[in-house]
């Protein structure tokens, strides 16, 4: 009877730890990936911090999924279908070769044109109401765009309150998405003029429509211009967790005190009423 630890059997080890990388990246490459929110543009619908979901496979597959580094630039995608007006999707900017997360608007064949901040659609101007204020808390990686827009309550909370408008995009006998933008100020990206959407483009914008790099702004002008349609890389599906800003990597009590606990599992594809 031998005595001692068991040896480790270390090609066996690689062996296991390689199959499991291969099977993240496959996963991250063709079914889901996580995302992290970095900046205000899709407010009031996502806040910074907000950590998500991105399914891959809705609208098949492009050269620039990740983890394929092999594959040759070519047009399209395998497997592909268009996404839908009002879908959130995550797309390779061209203008930075980040991802950045928006809504589509148009599709092939629309025209798309802003007139003193309407949205026109094909020329038919996009059904825009006024809905309650949204507020929202202020935290460190969510300050009020402006002063004006800040409420202290008595109990010293601090909330950033901002016009809240509902849009609805056309659909099949009226099944179109309905979300919530907002337009604080008057900028000139309210006025653009019209633009057809070419075949294998796609047409996006921001839900915070005065804070947004989108269509309304071409890559020299570090917008995504009118969009390939392989620069779609998933689309977004739900929130997972969501933090303040106040997590500090040194203080483990910090991670849970910074949790938002309203933002977790909300999903991304159920509209306003």
Same mark, same amino acid.
């Given at each position: 009877?031998?005595?001692?630890?068991?040896?480790?059997?270390?090609?066996?080890?690689?062996?296991?730890?390689?199959?499991?990388?291969?099977?993240?990246?496959?996963?991250?490459?063709?079914?889901?990936?996580?995302?992290?929110?970095?900046?205000?543009?899709?407010?009031?619908?996502?806040?910074?911090?907000?950590?998500? /979901? $991105?399914?891959?496979?809705?609208?098949? #597959?492009?050269?620039?999924?990740? =983890?394929?580094?092999? !594959? &040759?630039?070519? %047009? @399209?995608?395998?497997?592909?279908?268009?996404?839908?007006?009002?879908?959130?999707?995550?797309?390779?900017?061209?203008?930075?070769?980040?991802?950045?997360?928006?809504?589509?608007?148009?599709?092939?064949?629309?025209?798309?044109?802003?007139?003193?901040?309407?949205?026109?659609?094909?020329?038919?101007?996009?059904?825009?109401?006024?809905?309650?204020?949204?507020?929202?808390?202020?935290?460190?990686?969510?300050?009020?765009?402006?002063?004006?827009?800040? /409420? $202290?309550?008595?109990?010293?909370?601090? #909330?950033?309150?901002?016009?809240? =408008?509902?849009?609805? !995009? &056309?659909?099949? %006998? @009226?099944?179109?998405?309905?979300?919530?933008?907002?337009?604080?100020?008057?900028?000139?990206?309210?006025?653009?003029?019209?633009?057809?959407?070419?075949?294998?483009?796609?047409?996006?914008?921001?839900?915070?429509?005065?804070?947004?790099?989108?269509?309304?702004?071409?890559?020299?002008?570090?917008?995504?211009?009118?969009?390939?349609?392989?620069?779609?890389?998933?689309?977004?599906?739900?929130?997972?967790?969501?933090?303040?800003?106040?997590?500090?990597?040194?203080?483990?009590?910090?991670?849970?005190?910074?949790?938002?606990?309203?933002?977790?599992?909300?999903?991304?594809?159920?509209?306003?009423?």
């Amino acid at each position: 009877m031998s005595g001692g630890k068991p040896r480790i059997d270390w090609k066996k080890e690689l062996r296991y730890a390689a199959l499991l990388g291969i099977a993240v990246m496959g996963i991250w490459s063709f079914v889901a990936k996580p995302f992290f929110i970095p900046s205000e543009s899709m407010v009031p619908t996502l806040l910074v911090g907000d950590r998500l /979901v $991105v399914s891959k496979y809705p609208y098949g #597959f492009s050269y620039l999924s990740p =983890f394929l580094p092999v !594959l &040759p630039k070519m %047009e @399209g995608r395998a497997f592909g279908k268009l996404p839908e007006r009002g879908d959130i999707v995550v797309v390779k900017s061209p203008s930075d070769h980040k991802d950045w997360i928006k809504r589509v608007i148009g599709l092939p064949g629309d025209t798309v044109q802003m007139q003193d901040g309407v949205l026109y659609l094909n020329n038919t101007a996009v059904p825009k109401r006024a809905a309650s204020p949204t507020m929202i808390p202020e935290t460190e990686n969510m300050p009020c765009a402006r002063a004006e827009f800040r /409420v $202290v309550e008595a109990d010293g909370a601090r #909330f950033c309150r901002y016009p809240r =408008f509902i849009e609805t !995009l &056309p659909g099949k %006998e @009226g099944s179109g998405r309905s979300y919530a933008v907002l337009d604080l100020l008057f900028s000139y990206a309210d006025d653009t003029p019209p633009v057809l959407v070419p075949q294998g483009h796609v047409f996006l914008m921001g839900d915070n429509r005065d804070r947004s790099a989108d269509s309304r702004f071409s890559p020299e002008e570090g917008g995504l211009g009118l969009l390939p349609i392989e620069n779609v890389i998933g689309r977004a599906e739900f929130t997972t967790f969501s933090l303040d800003g106040s997590q500090r990597f040194w203080n483990p009590v910090s991670w849970f005190t910074a949790l938002r606990g309203e933002r977790a599992w909300v999903s991304l594809r159920d509209g306003e009423e």
